[in-house]
């Protein structure tokens, strides 16, 4: 069983957003970058996989220079070969991303494509499918459980109040949600050996794309805002909890028109 | 003929909220775009429905329930027949499941998740949180047809009074490489915190698994969801469908009281845009009393007994 497990590069969730000069990005000045937290779920997914069957755990990127850092934490936490697509991943928007790695998937051997269920930070959700479309594989999205047999995966896929069971045949793509495994940390035999892989490099046109099909096609950003700040609004001492809970209904009722 | 088409979904015989709020948007995108309103459901009974919020035409698949691979072609055999300049989707599992692959299909771009959408001549122009919130990006999306999926509670569902939509049949394959083999309820009877109007979240200041029975009767009392931090989450005090913030949902329902949580970045980045919060906090300095319009620095042990009476007591009246 052969597993390739996409990996996005996202800002650290404790990152306070500040917007770049150019009005459309982040500020990137002292902005740590980490592993997407759902592209854990799906690595750590893949290299259990590979332990109980044998196989390859490809991890894929596609972004600037910095991506190779995700790659390598991922190499150290288990994964055994590592793609990096190099472009301005930021320009592209996601069938952009899509296509990239669809290209690269048709270079490496493989049973599963694993995803994250979004992208922490572009929060788009879209790269997973959209990838499943262009090989015309089956798609189970937002998984908390699988497993394998041959030719075949079964996974659970949540939804408004309901878990569906979904049968595929391989090759599939399956994108991962919170719950559906504990990502291990990597060990110091895992970052030793990370440390000797050498991470296969590629351009865009190694893959056989134009910038003309990656890069601002359908979908542009304008500009990016930040919410109106909350300056906090008023503060009531809860210490009488009977008169608190009234003052609480009141403004339920005359302001938030909820009840 | 341009227009803009509207995946529907439909629940015990109605539309679900999600396609009605989609469909209500769509209404005024089509009269901004010209054209028509038209619909897309798994079946007829939602023609009344859809009618009734304005759409013309309801194209119908006899694919059977819901199919990313069979509702891909279903779609696209409907776009064929109207070449819609939109097409959307209300944000639910399946809307989100679909919307991806369809654009795929047809090289199209997709903005997701959005608040607000405007036609800006030849061009859809959506805002969309990302960052969880933390900011707002204003996107064009230049492609025919150009895709959104709309974010639940964003747009108010308003019918505009139509008469049954004209049912068109189109054709979907047969087979898929995908199957459901089974469907398990996991919250039957409680409302899902991405579809509520109200949500009441308990954080670890409950102390114990137990106590999230505070902020249940609370959410029963009002008529909410139960919302919940990632610490109690973790700590297996609740199931992480409950859990709101950055790796979790993000919500933004009309009222979200909060009680023993702290407010950590993460968290406020998944509820920060409910547009009225109260917190109760013990800490006065908490940083949820950023974000809460009403923040009470007290005791949930006393104050949540005393607020749930007192909502019984109003909604008595
Ligand atoms: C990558 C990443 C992703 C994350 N994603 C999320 C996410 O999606 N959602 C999320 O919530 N968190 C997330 N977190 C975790 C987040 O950083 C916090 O750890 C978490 O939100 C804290 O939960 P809490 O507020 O319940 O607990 P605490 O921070 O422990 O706060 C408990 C609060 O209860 C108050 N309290 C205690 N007793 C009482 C009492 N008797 N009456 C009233 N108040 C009382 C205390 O004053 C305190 O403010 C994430 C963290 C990381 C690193
Ligand atoms: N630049 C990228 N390189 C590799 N994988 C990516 C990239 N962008 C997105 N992905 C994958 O697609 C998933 C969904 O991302 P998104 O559609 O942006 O929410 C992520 O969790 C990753 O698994």
Not at chain 1, 211 to 218: L, T
Not at chain 2, 9 to 33: C, N, T, Y
Request: aromatic residues 4%.
């Amino acid at each position: 069983m052969n597993s390739v497990v996409c990996i996005a590069q996202v800002p650290d969730t404790e990152t306070r957003i500040k917007i770049g000069g150019d009005g459309r990005r982040i500020d990137e000045a002292g902005v740590k970058y980490i592993v997407s937290p759902y592209d854990e779920y799906a690595l750590e997914e893949a290299i259990r996989l590979k332990e109980k069957e044998g196989g390859d755990v490809t991890v894929l990127g596609f972004g600037p220079d910095r991506v190779q850092q995700a790659l390598r934490e991922s190499l150290a936490r288990g994964a055994t070969k590592a793609v990096h697509v190099k472009g301005e991943s930021g320009d592209a928007d996601s069938l952009g991303i899509a296509k990239v790695l669809a290209a690269a998937l048709r270079t490496i051997p493989h049973d599963l494509v694993f995803f994250g269920k979004q992208g922490v930070g572009t929060d788009n959700s879209l790269v997973g499918p959209m990838v499943a479309e262009l090989l015309g594989y089956p798609q189970i999205n937002v998984v908390t459980h699988m497993e394998t047999a041959a030719g075949k995966v079964t996974a659970h896929r949540e939804i408004e109040g309901a878990e569906e069971v979904i049968e595929a045949t391989t090759p599939a793509v399956i994108t991962a949600q919170k719950g559906l495994n504990e990502p291990r940390y990597a060990s110091l035999k895992g970052i030793m050996a990370a440390k000797k892989v050498t991470i296969d490099t590629k351009s865009i046109a190694d893959l056989g794309l134009a910038d003309s099909d990656v890069v601002n096609q359908r979908v542009t950003v304008v500009s990016l805002e930040l919410p109106p700040e909350k300056s906090g609004g008023r503060k009531i001492d809860g210490g009488d909890p009977a008169a608190a809970a009234k003052e609480i209904v009141r403004y339920m009722k005359e302001e938030a028109k909820a009840l | 003929m341009p227009g803009v088409l509207v995946f529907c979904e439909v629940q015990d015989g109605k539309l679900k909220k999600a396609s009605r709020e989609a469909l209500s948007i769509g209404r005024k995108l089509a009269e901004a775009a010209g054209g028509d309103l038209t619909a897309f459901a798994s079946d007829e009974s939602a023609a009344d429905d859809a009618g009734r919020y304005g759409a013309k035409k309801l194209f119908v698949t006899g694919a059977g329930g819901y199919n990313p691979e069979m509702y891909t072609a279903a779609m696209q055999a409907a776009i064929a027949q109207t070449s819609p300049s939109i097409v959307l989707f209300g944000g639910t599992s399946n809307g989100r499941d679909l919307a991806p692959r369809l654009a795929a299909r047809l090289d199209a771009g997709v903005a997701s998740d959005v608040d607000r959408l405007e036609w800006a001549g030849s061009k859809l122009k959506a805002r969309r949180p990302v960052y969880s919130g933390k900011a707002f990006a204003t996107v064009e999306v230049s492609s025919v047809p150009a895709i959104a999926t709309t974010r639940m509670n964003a747009f108010p569902a308003e019918e505009s009074g139509g008469g049954a939509a004209e049912v068109v049949e189109v054709s979907a394959p047969a087979e898929s490489k995908a199957k459901v083999v089974e469907t398990k309820v996991t919250q039957s009877g409680e409302l899902s915190i991405v579809e509520a109007d109200i949500i009441v979240a308990g954080g670890r200041g409950l102390k114990e698994g137990a106590n999230f029975s505070l902020i249940r009767d609370l959410a029963h009392a009002i008529g909410g969801a139960v919302g919940a931090s990632r610490a109690t989450v973790d700590a297996g005090w609740i199931d992480h469908q409950h859990q709101v913030g950055q790796t979790g949902r993000v919500v933004s329902p009309n009222l979200y009281i909060a009680a023993g949580v702290s407010g950590a970045i993460q968290h406020l980045a998944g509820m920060s845009s409910s547009k009225h919060i109260v917190a109760i906090n013990k800490d006065p300095e908490a940083p949820i009393f950023r974000v809460a319009d009403l923040g009470v620095v007290g005791d949930l042990f006393t104050i949540l007994p005393a607020l749930t009476e007192e909502v019984k007591r109003a909604k008595a009246h």
